[in-house]
Each structure stands twice: as structure tokens, then as C-alpha cells.
């Protein structure tokens, strides 16, 4: 299986008022093309600055990024624009859906994104909303707001989607609903998922768990089999 993405040495350093923060030491990481994969660790542990680095939105004080065969790393401010736009999608704790548009009209924003997006209804029917897709955010529950960002990410077909934190605003029920959005997705697009989370429950759906704390990646767990989101044991 080809890697999606290769890291070595990467340092992230902080300059702050109380001297230095050193955010990650050293990392030495290879992503699988297609895998659903779980960084996972505490507040401070370094997997947010790890999601930031891999998608080009910081960049490492040391060390090399790269994106298949293309070091990102020395990416320009454009290049890097180009880079997000064509391959990456985001999903983050917080919607950030328009509350004045539809379901659709949300997520036929992600349209604008793309040169070879999805088909927008095939979309809305992965995610389970076709009956709502002409409602307005105020009408739908927290699950279906976070499903509509996840459509809204998905339809410009990117190759890798970031998830952060992705059920920390959500109930158990409606956490796993979510989270069987994403299998569904990596299961019929064999779209490459970078979950970072602190629930080590959702650990369980992943082909691979990275764990870290301290700025250090502390175990690298293969599944050898993966479980469905609604088998989750919810932490």
C-alpha cells in the first residue's frame, strides 16, 4: 500500500513569552493511501500540531513533509493554497455551517473547491440526509449539522479528509452516527481519514491508532481488525 504521507525528523518549536514550547520532537511517521487513521492523546500531546503539519496549514521548524512524492514542506504560500484546495478536506469540532442556506446550498459550497467533485446527491445520501437536504441549520439536530460538514467536505472529492475532534460537541448516539458517516465514506471512496481525538474508543474503527503524548508518538497500534462505529464502546 502506497504512502499517502511520510514524515521524518519533523520538530515543531514554539517561541513564547516563557521561552520555548516544543509542540513535536522529532517525528518520524508513514501514512497508508486509503487507511482510516486515529491520532490519539491528550490536551497538549501534539496531535493538533501534528493535523496542522500534515496539512500544510503550519509548517515544521525542521524536518521533511511529504504528500506521496511531493515534499510539501518547502511549499510556497500558493502552493500550499493549491495543495489544501485540490486534495484535502476539513471537518472540525465546530460546524461551521451558514445558517441562512439549506442543507444542499451548504454543501454545494464545497463545489466551488473542487475540479472533479462528486456528485452532490450521491453525497447527501452517503450521509444519510436526503430527506433534510432543503432544511436550514436551526431545524436539524448537532449530528446532522456535523453530516452536512462532513458532505460539505467530502463532495469536492478530496483524497485525504481531517477530522478534528469530530464527535467532541456530540452524545454517544449521535457520535456513532457521525463516525459511521466517515466508515462509509473511506469504504466507498477509499478516501484516506486522519481522525484526531481524545476518545480512545474511536481507536477501534481505525486500521491504525497513532498515540501521543509530549510532542512524541508513543505507540503505533495496526488493527488487525477494525470494528463498526456502532459497536463502539463509548469513553
Known amino acids: 500500500m502506497e504512502n499517502v504521507y511520510k514524515i521524518n525528523k519533523v520538530s515543531k518549536i514554539y517561541d513564547n513569552f516563557s521561552g520555548k514550547t516544543i509542540a513535536l520532537n522529532k517525528i518520524n511517521l508513514e501514512i497508508k493511501d486509503g487507511e482510516i487513521v486515529v491520532i490519539l492523546?491528550?490536551?497538549?500531546?501534539?496531535?493538533?500540531?501534528?493535523?496542522?503539519?500534515?496539512?500544510?496549514?503550519?509548517?515544521?521548524?525542521?524536518?521533511?513533509?511529504?504528500?506521496?512524492?511531493?515534499?510539501?514542506?518547502?511549499?510556497?504560500d500558493n502552493e500550499l493554497t493549491n495543495y489544501r484546495k485540490d486534495n484535502l478536506g476539513f471537518i472540525f469540532q465546530s460546524y461551521n455551517i451558514i445558517s441562512n442556506l439549506t442543507v444542499s446550498e451548504n454543501i454545494e459550497l464545497g463545489l466551488n473547491l473542487s475540479t472533479n467533485p462528486l456528485d452532490i446527491d450521491e453525497v447527501i445520501n452517503t450521509v444519510e440526509l436526503t430527506e433534510h437536504k432543503d432544511k436550514y441549520p436551526y431545524q436539524l439536530s448537532g449530528g446532522q449539522m456535523q453530516r452536512v460538514s462532513i458532505a460539505r467536505a467530502l463532495?469536492?472529492?478530496?483524497?485525504?479528509?481531517?477530522?478534528?475532534?469530530?464527535?467532541?460537541?456530540?452524545?454517544?448516539?449521535?457520535?456513532?452516527?457521525?463516525?459511521?458517516?466517515?466508515?462509509?465514506?473511506?469504504?466507498?471512496?477509499?478516501?484516506?481519514?486522519?481522525?484526531?481525538?481524545?476518545?480512545?474508543?474511536?481507536?477501534?474503527?481505525?486500521?491504525?491508532?497513532?498515540?501521543?503524548?509530549?510532542?512524541?508518538?508513543v505507540e503505533i497500534i495496526k488493527n488487525k481488525k477494525t470494528i463498526s462505529a456502532e459497536e463502539l464502546r463509548w469513553a
Open 41 to 76: 492523546g491528550p490536551s497538549g500531546s501534539g496531535k493538533s500540531t501534528m493535523l496542522n503539519i500534515l496539512s500544510g496549514i503550519d509548517n515544521p521548524s525542521s524536518g521533511e513533509v511529504y504528500f506521496y512524492d511531493k515534499r510539501i514542506d518547502n511549499f510556497n
Open 155 to 217: 463532495v469536492k472529492n478530496p483524497k485525504v479528509l481531517f477530522c478534528d475532534e469530530p464527535t467532541g460537541a456530540l452524545d454517544e448516539n449521535t457520535g456513532k452516527k457521525v463516525l459511521k458517516s466517515l466508515q462509509e465514506i473511506n469504504k466507498k471512496y477509499k478516501t484516506t481519514m486522519i481522525i484526531v481525538t481524545h476518545n480512545p474508543s474511536i481507536s477501534e474503527m481505525a486500521n491504525t491508532v497513532i498515540k501521543m503524548n509530549s510532542g512524541k508518538i
